[in-house]
């Protein structure tokens, strides 16, 4: 086994602290990876304040997770030790079902293995990135373009590909035009990402408080919703929106928004279910959808997107030990627009 | 001006009674049509009772007309005296924005003229079809097939087209599972034409008891929806669900039972808005659509498929004098599956 150093939760709700623990010694297709830094996700937050259900502890979250192959299995092919690699949000899944074999492996009818908070088939837990080491099968490891910088690249493992997806699976483009809700960790990389493929971007969010920010990003428009204006000038305009706001919002003025054929993506979890009207579904034939982070193949093709166009994550990189501060300024959205953690720090 | 007869309601909730009224004389491009027989959707009790608001009354319903063509306008070409004419659930639309050009006349922006209880751009009153003379553009009048009776015919201008446009959008087809919810008016002819179209269909209704009719109507599968085994025993098994059902039903327990990017599509308007889960969406990239009737053009294209296979709904046919008690029996859903009223009675 490697004895390795993390920051857990040894309770929900309570703050994290320094905690030792053992990952497995690399079978043949793994790859040891010493972490450099882990970004700071909403869903860490949720997780460990066990907000979801089904917390079990003690849990070391993270699971945007950047750093070098320090050590690799027998068979490993893909990488080699030195290596810049990522790790997202599973780390293995039946790899049988049809979702896998499609290339869908978030959605794998087994239940996918997440990074942190979940448990590989044969029973073992896992940890998370808010450590020095992690071990995970090559197949579930991504490469890390040279382009990019490390620590602003570790937030794409998550927010990057939750926004890419969508995107990209809902043809966002030149001519096409998209809508993000909410300017947070997840949509200032929506932005980004849909002024790179070409489409006129918008971003709703409750004030123009973020207005020059938005603009710096790439975005075309920046609207306020606290405007009842937005939702008059704004009506049967979207072919795309996506919806990274966490909290409940009132989906129906949205849905109004969207242009014949248009479709509402939802990527971020409110607390509550929505209340969504018949109607606004269908007039204009009008689609809400879900999306959730990205499969292997589509996760690399997001890392070398970004990696061509320059895109990372605005980071605020702190200390480890500024990790209970960091979480309730998460929860304030109080971040510019990402905490991501140097673990050297560590 | 044309004097006529029909069925009116006097105030919200009144029983409809003997109503004498005045159509327009025919205009260059209007067609006037001689109703031989009208289809009773739910929606005319819905609006006979203000359930949707709105409502103005004197209310003459009715918006699955078919007749013959009796007189015409000057400038009228796709239409001559005796012909088989239908009408459906509207008679104008701006036919400039961008979904008239289009060809989804439906979702008009300045808002399709309903074939009853609304008004022409320049304020005349509409009264539907249970009356014995209807004055339409020839533009917004349909063909009936000569394949198909008149009487079985008239609920494909509602019933027909609300089914047949999202089987023939999401693409119902050979190797795709289609699950209709719902078997009455809508989602029986839902069945005929998702098996015309070669997909293999399920019902799901609430018991069993109109298996033997399901199967008949061409059903491949039929399942309880009262059986929790349906949810466990279908669970990611649709590419496309149409919810024909006007009451409100667990939505999320629908979803579930999607695959990768199947869709659920909402063609019924339940009288509370949905209860929706972000999970239900996000897992399986799931879409909830909406969808509305169909265009002209989707409409006449929905008719000259039934001519081609024979398609055409279950009725009852009942005399006007018998349509208030008719109503009573659509809200219990005692009706297989569409009450079609003769006109000569009146």
Redesign the interface.
Known sequence: MITTRGYAAMEASAALKTYSFERRDPKDCDVVVDIQFCGVCHSDIHQVRNEWGGAVFPMVPGHEIVGIVSRIGSRVTRYKVGDRVGVGCFVDSCRQC??CR?G?EQ?C?KGMVQTYNSQYYDGERTMGGYSKVIVVDENYVLRIPDALPMNASAPLLCAGITLYSPLK?WQAGPGKRVGIIGLGGLGHVGVKIGHAMGAEVTVLSQTLKKQSDGKRLGADHFLATSDPNTFKSRK?YFDLMINTVAANIDI?SYLDLLR?DG?LV?????PA????????????????????IGGMAETQEMLDFCGKHGITSDIELIKIQQINEAYERVVKSDVRYRFVIDMASL
Chains 1, 2 share one sequence.
């Open positions: 049809e979702c499609k869908y959605f009818d699976h049967n129906n014949m479709t939802l990527v971020g979890v409110p279910p929505m209340t969504v009207g018949t109607f606004p579904l269908i007039f204009g034939r009008h689609r809400l959808a879900g999306s959730g």
